[in-house]
């Protein structure tokens, strides 16, 4: 079945760093890869998807990429900030599985 | 819109007993799924439901069931409850349809302690 493995499972930055965090997956059937953020006490909101017909997209500070030819997607955030503090995740649609997720602390 | 609904929001079963959680979804949303969130385990994908079949369905064992209503709202049952069943569990829903391409939006969780 789809696994998804989720690197770093913690990464520590000052405000105003850039923050990258890798996912890969295993099926290639995989079309569809949200990323979620999930502060504490708080359900997971979807901060960016990609589609698998797109490489990269770009919202404000938060960018995805997408190489499907190595099956693996990144989340960058450019100039964090104290309130991207929280927990990320990546998923792989497919089979809905989700990576062990990364806590990011951005420290002002 | 309305977004996701779970209730109870908060649990204490015993060992041994049974629980039913629910999930009322965003209006319109046909697809279901369900997740165990632990701090270790991270997000568990327990099953999903969508136009009230189980289309997918995550490596729990059989104690973990659920079903989806002709409106949409779901019931996830675990029964003979065991101490590693305390967690958080989310559903959440999408509008569905095929290759799970549709985002997801989650509901508060129900939060299940076991003693």
């Known amino acids: 079945g789809e696994n998804v493995e989720q690197h770093p499972s913690t990464l520590s930055v000052q405000e105003g760093d850039s923050a990258v965090i890798k996912c890969t997956y295993s099926?290639?059937?995989?079309?569809?890869f949200p990323w979620y953020k999930q502060e504490l006490g708080k359900r997971p909101q979807l901060i960016i998807d990609i589609r698998s017909n797109v490489g990269e997209k770009k919202d404000q500070r938060i960018a995805v990429t997408l190489n499907k030819t190595a099956k693996h997607f990144s989340l960058h955030i450019t100039e964090t900030q104290p309130e991207d503090s929280a927990v990320y995740f990546c998923a792989a649609s497919l089979v809905k599985r989700f990576g062990a997720g990364t806590r990011l602390t951005v420290k002002p | 819109k309305a977004g996701v609904t779970q209730t109870p929001r908060y649990l204490i079963k015993t060992r041994g007993q049974q629980v039913t959680l629910s999930c009322s979804p965003i209006?319109?949303?046909?697809?279901v799924s369900w997740y165990q969130q632990t701090p270790g385990q991270g997000l568990q994908f327990l099953f999903e439901y969508f136009s009230e079949t189980q289309r997918n369905k995550g490596n729990f064992p059989g104690r973990f069931s659920g079903r989806q209503f002709s409106n949409s709202r779901s019931e996830m049952n675990v029964s003979t409850l065991e101490l590693g069943d305390s967690a958080l569990y989310l559903c959440?829903?999408?509008?569905?349809?095929?290759?799970?391409?549709?985002?997801?939006?989650f509901g508060p969780g129900t939060r299940l302690t076991v003693t």
């Open positions: 959440a829903s999408s509008l569905g349809g095929g290759g799970g391409t549709y985002e997801q939006y």
């Open positions: 099926d290639s059937a995989s079309n569809y």
């Open positions: 209006s319109g949303h046909r697809s």
